[in-house]
């Protein structure tokens, strides 16, 4: 894909292919880490974020939304929603979220973002989106910047074993703006 702002995704046997730019972002509702149930329809009027990410409390994954919560005043000032996306249980997203609060030291800041659980049916929303590696049994590293419609603007690939770099999202969020 020659979009900018594109990296690549591993296309093992079990590796879907992102949905492309221009499409429209799939229905869904699933539960926050909170227990709230967010609905694709919420995300109209603005701008969204939607980030898919392997598991909880891995290494690479938690070095990104750690880094993603350490800088969130940058990401929050693009007045954006952002859903970080994973096949974890939602009362791990909950513990994850308070990890990574902790991380953040004693005067951590609750995580802005939602933690959405694609548990059950197990990877429904990652399939939708073109985001779920059967192999794995897990998302793969691929985010989707949409507009206020819910189009797909731009999409941010890695590799499993890479963090995506989150100065590169900030970009593509500016250009959604």
Not at 7 to 28: I, R
Request: charged share 20%; with cysteine.
């Amino acid at each position: 894909m020659s979009t900018p702002g594109v990296g690549t995704v591993p296309s093992g046997a079990g590796s879907a292919q992102p949905l492309p730019v221009g499409s429209a972002m799939p229905e869904f509702a699933a539960r926050n880490q909170y227990g709230e149930t967010v609905r694709s329809a919420d995300l109209h009027g603005a701008a969204s974020w939607v980030m898919f990410y392997p598991f909880a409390f891995s290494r690479v994954c938690g070095a990104e939304l750690a880094q993603l919560h350490a800088r969130w005043s940058e990401v929050a000032a693009h007045d954006v929603r952002v859903l970080a996306v994973s096949c974890d249980a939602m009362h791990s997203l909950r513990a994850y979220a308070e990890h990574l609060q902790d991380q953040a030291g004693a005067q951590g800041e609750p995580v802005g973002f939602d933690l959405l659980s694609d548990f059950w049916p197990h990877g429904e929303i990652s399939a939708a989106f073109g985001a779920f590696d059967a192999d794995l049994g897990a998302s793969q590293r691929v985010s989707f910047f949409c507009d206020a419609e819910g189009r797909i603007r731009h999409i941010q690939q890695a590799e499993l074993s890479e963090e995506r770099e989150l100065d590169q999202a900030l970009e593509l969020l500016a250009q959604l703006s």
